[in-house]
């Protein structure tokens, strides 16, 4: 089954038509959360392809994080002022000075070297997470709901990508 990527036309047409229909808060909470997820998706997805076993694991998750990267962008560009407030505020994105975020880089690079198991580990269950919050929430929406068709497809895409990984596991395991 092939699991088409949100395309930002796909999520703008979605968008306007919430407009339309008088149900942007719905339709702006759904993103919001399906921006969240995929954020959170893709983060482990790269993790796992820096873990990367061999070149031939590290082009199938090129593949896979950059479906993940348009989706993201797609969805990111249509949150609204109100969708944008509904995300929660990033700590990366505070003002630090260059001296302790250097420090604390350099920390993390030597306390953290990811193995390929455990990283992908990680991304099965965040992944999985994501498609199972992304599903029920799309599941509360009314049937033709702009809002039910995002979290249907952002759910569609985690399961298609936690489905891949779990083959690749099994492969290789």
């Known amino acids: 089954m092939e699991v088409p990527t949100l395309l930002a036309d796909e999520v703008r047409d979605l968008a306007s038509r919430a407009a339309q229909r008088g149900s942007v808060i719905a339709f702006q909470s759904t993103l919001a959360a399906a ?3 995929v ?3 893709l983060q482990h997805e790269e993790a796992v392809s820096e873990a990367a076993l061999s070149l031939a694991h590290r082009d199938a998750l090129s593949e896979m994080t950059g479906e993940m990267r348009t ?4 969805l990111e560009a249509a949150l609204d002022r109100q969708g ?3 995300m929660p505020v ?4 505070k003002k630090r000075s260059f001296r302790f975020a250097a420090r604390t880089s350099r920390q993390k690079e030597a306390s953290h070297r990811p193995t390929w198991f ?4 990680d991304a099965i269950e965040v992944l999985d997470n994501g498609a199972s ?3 029920a929430l799309a599941s509360g929406q009314p049937a033709d709901a702009p809002s039910r068709t995002l979290g249907t497809a952002t759910a569609n895409l985690l399961r298609d990508h936690h489905d891949r990984l779990t083959a690749e596991a099994e492969r290789v395991g």
């Not at 989706?71 to 797609?74: L, P």
């Not at 990033?90 to 994105?93: G, L, N, S």
């Open 35 to 37: 921006v969240q997820a």
């Open 39 to 41: 954020r959170q998706a």
């Open 71 to 74: 989706t993201c962008s797609a």
């Open 84 to 86: 944008r407030s509904l």
């Open 90 to 93: 990033d700590q990366a994105d």
């Open 118 to 121: 455990g990283s992908l580990s």
């Open 133 to 135: 919050c992304m599903g």
